[in-house]
Each structure stands twice: as C-alpha cells, then as structure tokens.
C-alpha cells in the first residue's frame, strides 16, 4: 500500500519560498496522479482541503489552482520516487498544512477520487 509522506514546511517571510516533498514508500509514483492540497487555518473538515496543483500519471500534465500559477511548480522525480511542490513569492494567505495525495492512474486530482494522502506539513507565511 502507497504511503505518502510530506516535509520541507516551515516559517517563512512574505515574500519567500519554501520547496515541499511528497516521498512515496510502498509502490512506485509514476503509476499515480499526485496533487498538492491545503487547508487554511479555521477550514475544520477534511472536505475543505482545497487543491492547488496536480500532476498527471500518464503525461505529466500540470495544472494548478489561479492563485498560485505562476508562483508554485509542481515536479516529479521517479528515481527519488518523491513528488516536489516549489512554493515562490509566499503571502500570508498561504498559510495553511500541505497535504499531498495520490490517484491510482489518475488524470485529475479531485478531492474525491484520492486514493492516498499523507498526513500534512505546516506552512506559515508571516512576517
């Protein structure tokens, strides 16, 4: 079974940048969809994680929420079997627990069609 495991958040000022990873344990990523989701200080359920960038199994396509093109990319690495989200030009409103999430052979990362998540890192956004 797919474990997933997220590092590389932190405090950081407006302004700043952060690069999370997701590294995987137990099958190998490229057979995933793998998105990048968060949720914001005061959002309690899980059903408010709202996604922000994924990256396609077959082709690599990306996609990513408007508030963050241009500012956060989204990258995979098959040989550290891990997935990379670079964060630049952090705001506060950034400021949310990470979460990374897996879909079997999946072409999009709806919240609802994950199969696997990780258990979160905290990114903090202030000055």
């Known amino acids: 079974q797919l474990q997933l495991v997220e590092s590389g958040g932190g405090l950081v000022q407006p302004g700043g940048s952060l690069r999370l990873s997701c590294a995987a344990s137990?099958?190998?990523?490229?057979?995933?969809?793998i998105g990048w989701f968060r949720q914001a200080p005061g959002k309690e359920r899980e059903t408010e994680r709202e996604?922000?960038?994924?990256?396609?199994?077959?082709?690599?396509?990306?996609h990513y929420l408007d508030s963050v093109k241009g500012r956060f990319t989204i990258s995979r690495d098959n040989a550290k079997n891990t997935v990379y989200l670079q964060m630049n030009s952090l705001k506060p409103e950034d400021t949310a627990v990470y979460y990374c999430?897996?879909?079997?052979?999946?072409?999009?990362?709806?919240?609802?069609?994950?199969?696997?998540w990780g258990k979160g890192t905290l990114v903090t956004v202030s000055a």
């Open positions: 996604g922000i960038s994924c990256i396609s199994y077959s082709d690599d396509n990306t």
């Open positions: 999430a897996a879909n079997l052979a999946g072409t999009d990362c709806g919240y609802y069609g994950m199969d696997y």
């Open positions: 137990g099958d190998t990523l490229d057979d995933y969809a």
